[in-house]
């Protein structure tokens, strides 16, 4: 389906200060090499305040991963104590921004229309957003996995172009697989991936078949291969395993299954 380059990112969290995130930066460039930025895609989504010292090392060693971010606010600027910006974002070069993560719409209260707004600033700014969506568990098992993703996926894309929605990124993170070790089956990941592309077609027509969508939820060195072969994942969405470079770095080479 279409020629989309698999993207793979680290969202970090509330983990690494920014000397462990230099650290963690510098063993993934000694283990990642062309022909890997060739294939995929790779951002690192470390927490705001270790986006500069990121930055400088990417830019220093000219290295070929992106910079992303984990939120923002969706205005540029004003009395908002505590948030930040999508162009402060964009002036360290920032990418990719992840909106809408299942631990800010449960924890923070955020809600589709902040989502929706959040998407429409970062490409405001010239990033792109990582739009999460997802189920929890009691809405998987009473049946309502579907409903509740394609509500979220259309409220999410509200009043984006074609255009941005073709080049923007969507991640299927179920709730109930994040951080749990609990990976969907690939049959069920491909299954909801399938419904979000027919969910961004009904709203935007052919960006469906540009747009990538990520799966997310457990990903690990071990289950990445199997995941990336389906036809609707373009790429993975990676918590807790992004943390350590060897890991990531071996989720990054999917392809060679045999290490
Ligand atoms: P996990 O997190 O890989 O630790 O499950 C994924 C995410 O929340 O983005």
């Given at each position: 389906?279409?020629d989309r380059?698999?993207?793979?990112s680290?969202?970090?969290?509330?983990?690494h200060t920014?000397?462990d995130?230099?650290?963690?930066?510098?063993?993934?460039?000694?283990?990642?090499h062309?022909?890997?930025?060739?294939?995929?895609?790779?951002?690192?989504?470390?927490?705001?305040v270790?986006?500069?010292?990121?930055?400088t090392?990417?830019?220093?060693?000219?290295?070929?991963?992106?910079?992303?971010?984990q939120?923002?606010?969706?205005?540029d600027?004003g009395?908002?104590t505590?948030?930040v910006?999508?162009?402060?974002?964009?002036?360290?070069e920032?990418?990719?921004v992840?909106?809408?993560?299942s631990?800010?719409r449960?924890?923070?209260g955020e809600?589709?229309?902040?989502?929706?707004?959040?998407?429409n600033?970062?490409?405001?700014?010239?990033?792109?957003p990582?739009?999460?969506v997802?189920e929890?568990?009691?809405?998987?098992e009473?049946?309502?996995?579907?409903?509740?993703v394609?509500?979220q996926?259309?409220?999410?894309?509200?009043?984006?172009?074609?255009?941005?929605?073709?080049a923007?990124?969507?991640?299927?993170?179920?709730?109930?697989?994040?951080?749990t070790?609990?990976?969907?089956?690939?049959?069920?990941?491909q299954a909801m991936?399938?419904?979000i592309r027919?969910?961004?077609?009904?709203?935007?027509?052919?960006?469906?078949?540009?747009?990538r969508?990520?799966?997310?939820?457990s990903?690990?060195?071990?289950?990445?291969?199997?995941l990336?072969a389906?036809?609707?994942?373009?790429g993975?969405?990676?918590?807790?395993?992004?943390?350590?470079?060897?890991?990531?770095?071996?989720?990054?080479?999917?392809?060679r299954?045999?290490?």
């Amino acid at each position: 389906m279409g020629d989309r380059k698999p993207l793979i990112s680290g969202n970090w969290k509330m983990h690494h200060t920014h000397l462990d995130a230099i650290a963690v930066v510098q063993k993934l460039s000694y283990a990642l090499h062309d022909d890997d930025y060739d294939a995929v895609d790779v951002s690192v989504h470390p927490t705001f305040v270790s986006l500069r010292s990121v930055q400088t090392v990417i830019l220093a060693d000219k290295l070929r991963f992106v910079l992303g971010a984990q939120n923002c606010h969706w205005e540029d600027h004003g009395a908002f104590t505590g948030e930040v910006s999508p162009s402060m974002l964009a002036k360290l070069e920032v990418s990719y921004v992840i909106v809408g993560h299942s631990e800010r719409r449960e924890l923070f209260g955020e809600t589709d229309d902040m989502v929706n707004k959040k998407a429409n600033a970062v490409f405001g700014a010239g990033m792109t957003p990582i739009l999460c969506v997802g189920e929890t568990l009691d809405e998987r098992e009473a049946g309502g996995a579907e409903t509740k993703v394609d509500g979220q996926v259309r409220a999410g894309l509200a009043g984006l172009t074609g255009e941005q929605v073709a080049a923007m990124v969507i991640a299927y993170e179920p709730i109930w697989a994040i951080g749990t070790g609990r990976t969907a089956t690939a049959d069920d990941a491909q299954a909801m991936c399938a419904l979000i592309r027919a969910t961004v077609a009904d709203v935007a027509g052919d960006a469906s078949s540009s747009i990538r969508i990520q799966y997310g939820g457990s990903v690990k060195p071990a289950n990445t291969a199997e995941l990336m072969a389906q036809p609707d994942i373009d790429g993975a969405l990676v918590g807790g395993a992004s943390l350590e470079a060897d890991d990531f770095a071996r989720i990054v080479r999917y392809r060679r299954v045999s290490e």
